[in-house]
């Protein structure tokens, strides 16, 4: 191997690295992103007022119907 060919893989080596940096520095903006969009979803869902009902409600399914 020539010299000039190593110092050219290690440079596109360098490049690389520094491209896979950058995409997942990106990547880790757009889950931030995401993750604060979703929490605002959450909060602005409205509270269901709760109901009265009786213990027996719900507990039970019938599967022979």
């Known amino acids: 191997m020539e010299i000039g060919s190593i110092a050219s893989m290690a440079t596109g080596m360098a490049q690389a690295k ?3 940096d950058v995409s997942i520095a ?20 409205p509270q269901v007022p709760s109901t ?9 399914i019938n599967t022979v119907a």
């Open 52 to 60: 009265r009902l009786p213990v027996h409600l719900g507990r039970n």
């Open 26 to 45: 990106v990547f880790k903006k757009a889950l931030d992103a995401q993750s604060d969009g979703a929490m605002a979803l959450l909060q602005a869902i």
């Open 18 to 20: 520094t491209a896979q």
